[in-house]
């Protein structure tokens, strides 16, 4: 029997992206079918530009829609689809966003790696990893806040906040994620963190990112400091 595949892919106003994404991961997922049994699960947080509706009447042969009332973050988006896959015993995992920055090109080599171990993390900043069309500024944001986050809670992974990844449910089953704190991004780090702390095995494998050029990034100064504080919090609990 086949391994079950849920890929996650949440949305907030991504109409713009998501039929461009979505047919790319089809493409994807067809080359590997023999592999793996796969599900795309839009998570979408009621998006006033009609992300979802936009979606259900494409009809996309994978894709199943979970909608929710309200925006409420990167963090409970996930969650609400593990819990969803969970529910209906799927095997993996993936985490991909739905603007463009994760390749669907480079899904093989994630899922090639998820071998005997419990994550798999999409790394930017490591050799063979490339960030393109990114600002500085936003280099220095991820850069300093993982090197931040590898020093205050010891762990030794290179890309701490990418959220290209795959983990397995074994995974998402031993981390307690119904106490999981963050919203934001620092939900990256938190994920990795457990895993890390429940002696499970985590993998990194470089990937391409590419900044969007549509739409409109949902990083903002409160997801920084969120992130920040909760990584401050969490050093302090682990020493």
């Known amino acids: 029997m086949l391994s079950k595949v849920l890929i996650c892919v949440p949305t907030y106003n991504e109409s713009e992206n998501i039929c461009e994404i979505l047919n790319r991961l089809e493409t994807a997922i067809t080359k590997l079918e023999n592999l793996f049994d796969f599900t795309i699960l839009l998570i979408d947080d ?34 609400a689809g593990f819990a969803w896959g969970l529910e209906r015993n799927f095997d993996l995992f993936v985490e991909c966003d739905a603007d463009g ?19 798999v993390i999409g790394t930017r900043w490591m050799t063979g990893g490339k960030v393109i069309n990114w600002p500085i500024h936003r280099r220095l944001i991820s850069r300093i806040g993982t090197k931040y986050a590898q020093i205050a809670l010891r762990l030794p992974y290179r890309d701490l906040t990418g959220g290209y990844r795959v983990l397995t449910g074994a995974c998402l089953e031993s981390i307690r994620l119904e106490t999981v704190e963050t919203l934001g991004y620092g939900f990256q780090i938190e994920i990795a963190m457990r895993t890390h702390d429940a002696g499970l095995s985590i993998v990194q494998v470089p990937i391409t990112f590419i900044e969007r050029t549509r739409g409109k990034s949902k990083m903002s ?5 969120e992130a920040l504080k909760q990584t401050t919090k969490w050093s302090f609990s682990r020493s």
Do not use: C
Not at 62 to 69: F, N, P, T
Not at 104 to 114: F, M, Q, V, Y
Not at 221 to 225: A, P, T
């Open 46 to 79: 009621n998006s006033p530009d009609g992300t979802a509706k936009i979606v259900a009447e494409a009809r996309f042969d994978h894709v199943e829609i979970l909608s929710r009332a309200e925006k409420g973050g990167l963090g409970p988006a996930y969650l």
């Open 101 to 119: 920055s994760h390749q669907p090109e480079e899904l093989h080599r994630l899922l090639e790696a998820i071998d005997g171990s419990a994550l």
């Open 221 to 225: 100064k409160e997801i920084v400091w």
